[in-house]
Structures are given as structure tokens and as C-alpha cells.
């Protein structure tokens, strides 16, 4: 079964005169259970391909497809309850809130949508990770690593069928 689908997916921009084609004509299929790597120099387009992988970004052309949900069929309020349910993304910058500790962080787009964690998986994840000391500490009192951790617990919490690293 196809968890993942994009077709024919461009993204361009223009810098002044010049039309920089960040991606042109992406084809991908990914079935569910399957792992897919990216590879490419840095500004070769691998986080722009994630971004619209995600409906984070819209593309120039193309369609993606998460599922049986074309995402450009949604709008901008349904796709943002889409990927908080659907997607889990992990950052190159982990974007962790701030001013919330780590457990919030990782609980946050279960918050957003008004729902309570599965406590078990959450336990299972934090163990699985090696945050259960860091819980209550603040994004910055956390090395990059942990940072990274928890950023990863916060992709998984809400079991979605795709995740996205950057």
C-alpha cells in the first residue's frame, strides 16, 4: 500500500531576473513501512522536498498525496489538523518551543488538537530516548543531542503514518 505519493512535484522561485528550480518533476512512491533516505548536497533541495511532502509548502506544480488525502484538496485550516495528525516532522533545528519544557514540547501537537497522551507510548518513547531525567528542563539547558531526542519524541507522540527528518 502507498503511504506517500508525489507527482510530477516543481518548486520554483524567482530572485530577481533569475528562476531558480529548486525541484522539477519529482516522481516518488513510498509504501507504508518503508524508510527513504534523501541524499544531496546542502541547497540541492531536500528540505524544500520535505516541506511539500509535509503540505508545509505548496508547490509551483505537482500534487502529494499522504495516504488516500490529496493535500492540495485541503485547506490551509485542514492541512495544518492534517499534519499535526498525519505527519511528524523532526527539524534540522528541532524547532522546540522555548518557553516550554520538554514534556510539553513533546505533548504539544497532541495539546493543539485538545488530546491527551497515550501515557504508555509516551513512557516507551521518553525510555527509548533516554529523556526521563529531562522532562521538566527547558530546550535551552539541553544539549543539541538531547534537544534532537526530544524532537524526535515530538514527531512519534501522535503515531502518525508519515515522519519527516530533515
Known amino acids: ?38 541524499m544531496g548536497v546542502s541547497g540541492s533541495g531536500k528540505s524544500t522536498l520535505l516541506h511539500l511532502l509535509g503540505g508545509l509548502d505548496e508547490p509551483t506544480e505537482g500534487r502529494v498525496q499522504i495516504g488516500e488525502v490529496l493535500l492540495d484538496n485541503l485547506d490551509e485550516e485542514e492541512k495544518s489538523v492534517f499534519r499535526r495528525r498525519k505527519v511528524g516532522f523532526i527539524f534540522q533545528n528541532y524547532n522546540l518551543a522555548p518557553m516550554l519544557n520538554i514534556y510539553e514540547n513533546i505533548v504539544f501537537p497532541l495539546t493543539l488538537d485538545g488530546r491527551k497522551p497515550d501515557e504508555e507510548l509516551l513512557r516507551s518513547i521518553v ?19 538531547q534537544q534532537q531526542r526530544a524532537a524526535i519524541a515530538r514527531a512519534l507522540i501522535a503515531k502518525p503514518p508519515v515522519v519527516l527528518a530533515d
Open 1 to 38: 500500500m502507498i503511504q506517500l505519493r508525489a507527482n510530477n512535484l516543481k518548486k520554483y522561485y524567482q530572485r530577481g531576473t533569475h528562476l531558480i528550480k529548486a525541484l522539477d518533476g519529482i516522481d516518488l512512491e513510498v509504501e507504508r513501512g518503508c524508510f527513504l533516505a534523501v
Open 127 to 145: 525510555s527509548f530516548l533516554r529523556l526521563e531525567d529531562l522532562m521538566e528542563a527547558f530546550p535551552g539547558e539541553l544539549s543539541g543531542g
